[in-house]
Structure formats: structure tokens, C-alpha cells
């Protein structure tokens, strides 16, 4: 949901991928394919974000490190609160054409069944 208000940016693409699934940790290798982010470049925001303490190193697995969003962290709560209020707003956006097609659609279709009783 970032990445379409907030554009492609190796951080947003990160910070999006881990808000769509904040209760579970990922290897690099996991972020770098399910962001579309280059392993260097997850190395060096992985960086960044425990700097911040955006995120968390969870456990190792074998030679990697798994990481996740730090849920205790306030800026994190309010993210995937901004994250889920605009998917929400977004998806409710969506459905008002289709409610309103569909309103049409069942008008029309009373006003026929009323004529033919």
C-alpha cells in the first residue's frame, strides 16, 4: 500500500513488504525477493531500520539473521495504523461504484417484478 502513495523507493518497498505481515520474520534473502529489493540494498536498510529501531533481529537460522517490525515501537504502531485506516478507506472507495451498480441493477429489477405481479 505504500509503494502506491509513496512511491518505489528501496525503503518503502522494505517498510511495505514487513507492514503486510508484521507477525512473522524474514532473511534477507526473503525481503530482497518479496520487496523487489537488491540483497545489498536490504543490507544497508536493514541498517538503517535497526538504527532506528524500526525493526528487530528476531533469531538466527542457520548462517542468517531473521528480522521483523518492531511492534514496540510507536512510530511502527502508527504505521500499520496508517497502513490498515487507508487500505480500509481505499477499499471502501472501491465498493461504492459496485454498490451503486448494483443498486441500479436490483431497482430495475424490482420495478420489473412489480409490473409483471
Not at 509513496?6 to 505481515?21: E, M, R, V, W
Not at 538466527?60 to 487500505?87: H, P, T
Amino acid at each position: 500500500m505504500f509503494k502506491d502513495i509513496f512511491g518505489n523507493s528501496p525503503q518503502t518497498k522494505i517498510l511495505d513488504f514487513l507492514a503486510d505481515h508484521p507477525n512473522y520474520d524474514y532473511n534477507v534473502s526473503d525481503i530482497s525477493k518479496k520487496s523487489e529489493v537488491s540483497r545489498p540494498t536490504v543490507y544497508k536498510t536493514i541498517e538503517l531500520f535497526l538504527e532506528k529501531k524500526l525493526i528487530i533481529k528476531t533469531r538466527e537460522s542457520g548462517n542468517s539473521s531473521l528480522y521483523k517490525l518492531n511492534m514496540e515501537n510507536k512510530l511502527v504502531q502508527l504505521i500499520l495504523k496508517f497502513d490498515f485506516e487507508l487500505s480500509r478507506q481505499i477499499a471502501e472507495m472501491e465498493s461504492k461504484p459496485t454498490i451503486k451498480k448494483y443498486e441500479t441493477i436490483l431497482s430495475s429489477a424490482k420495478t420489473k417484478a412489480a409490473k409483471t405481479t
